[in-house]
């Protein structure tokens, strides 16, 4: 796992696997780092509208609005930038498609993906408006006609939720049971002698 808006990545130690074809016109590439799959953990991202479903793929766009009070997300930034820099030199005869568009990062979102919220507790659904920690992973890019698209997918969300109380949470009144005292006897005592 990478860190990076901790720390940089060395673009020297991204591995391009063997090229596979599916068809005269698509081919993928598969990319790892230091021989692993690129999965990075992203400081806090803005995540606007949640997943969107609007095409036949869900996706989710995530915001690096934050930045200028975040310098963890201007790292992020330039080490994704870092990143498209190097396959656009090394495949200059293609066009390669920007995946931070806007201040925007656009990621795939697998039907296993999983969330939670800042307390590790499981949730069913990612909230629009809200902010998180994701682990993204950049599986490859293909090359389709004459462009580089790149296959980010997003594994895994920590959303930071707002409060919610589960149960009944007010400070009623308080009362204060005190105990009874024993009944009076029903005649009179005689003096003592």
């Not at 690096?64 to 498209?84: G, T």
């Not at 949470?169 to 009874?180: E, T």
Request: proline share 6%.
């Amino acid at each position: 796992m990478i860190l990076l808006g901790k720390s940089d990545i060395d673009i020297n130690n991204i591995n391009f696997k063997k090229e596979l074809k599916y068809s005269n016109h698509f081919s993928f590439v598969g990319l790892s780092y230091l021989k692993k799959d690129i999965c990075i953990q992203t400081p806090k991202l803005y995540c606007q509208y949640g997943i969107n479903d609007k095409y036949d793929k869900n996706f989710i766009d995530l915001s690096f609005k934050n930045i200028e009070n975040d310098k963890s997300l201007e790292n992020l930034k330039n080490n994704l930038e870092k990143i498209y820099e190097l396959i656009r030199n090394k495949y200059k005869k293609y066009n390669a498609i920007n995946y931070i568009k806007n201040f925007n990062l656009r990621l795939k979102v697998k039907g296993n993906m999983q969330i939670y919220d800042q307390k590790k507790n499981k949730i069913d659904k990612l909230l629009p408006n809200t902010y998180g920690n994701y682990i993204i992973y950049l599986q490859g890019i293909w090359l389709i006609k004459n462009d580089i698209y790149f296959q980010w997918y997003t594994l895994q969300a920590k959303i930071y939720m707002p409060l919610n109380l589960d149960e009944y949470a007010f400070l009623d009144s308080v009362k204060v049971n005190i105990p009874k005292p024993p009944p009076l006897p029903n005649f009179i005592p005689k003096p003592p002698p």
